[in-house]
């Protein structure tokens, strides 16, 4: 059984592109902008279209980008991702093994949230129904088989405090 595919990059707060070697780094305006202070962010290819798009994780509203050709367009609104709490952090992972990236979000002194991908680009919010909607000082997360199941776990990380959770 091949195991579920799941990705977790970083970004910077400036995106470049890959120089030759030796040459200079050049800033590269694909529409990403910045509006809050952004605490991270996470590459995954939630549409299935074959390129990353983006979630940031910000203090205040967090921002799904659609990766539309090399341009990042901002989808939060009608994906149905509503995150305005101070996040920490983000993960893709498809927890519910529908071919479907899903999105877990860590927050900072409020509810975590588990978006379940609908595979139509948008998002429900699932958290509290699998009792994964933590409430601590989030700090970070990550999605493995531990047990090796075929299905992906959940390690939330909690500033000062951990909790391990095997919801799914």
Do not use: C
Not at 109 to 130: C, M, Q
């Amino acid at each position: 059984m091949q195991a579920p595919k799941f990705w977790l990059w970083l970004l910077t707060v400036v995106l470049v592109a890959a120089p030759a070697q030796g040459q200079p780094l050049t800033e590269v305006n694909v529409g990403l902008t910045q509006s809050h202070a952004g605490q991270g962010a996470s590459w995954g290819d939630y549409d299935g279209d074959g390129d990353l798009d983006l979630y940031k994780v910000n203090d205040g509203a967090d921002v799904l980008y659609e990766n539309q050709s090399g341009t990042f367009v901002d989808v939060t609104a009608v994906s149905g991702i509503s995150g305005t709490t101070i996040g920490q952090a983000a993960v893709w992972g498809d927890y519910d093994n529908d071919g479907d990236l899903d999105l877990y979000v860590v927050n900072y002194g409020s509810a975590n949230f588990l978006y379940r991908n609908r595979g139509d680009k948008t998002f429900e919010e699932v958290g509290t129904w699998a009792a994964v909607n933590d409430s601590g000082n989030g700090a970070s997360a990550a999605w493995i088989d531990y047990n090796k199941d075929g299905l992906l776990d959940l390690y939330v990380v909690n500033d000062n405090q951990f909790s391990w959770s095997n919801k799914f």
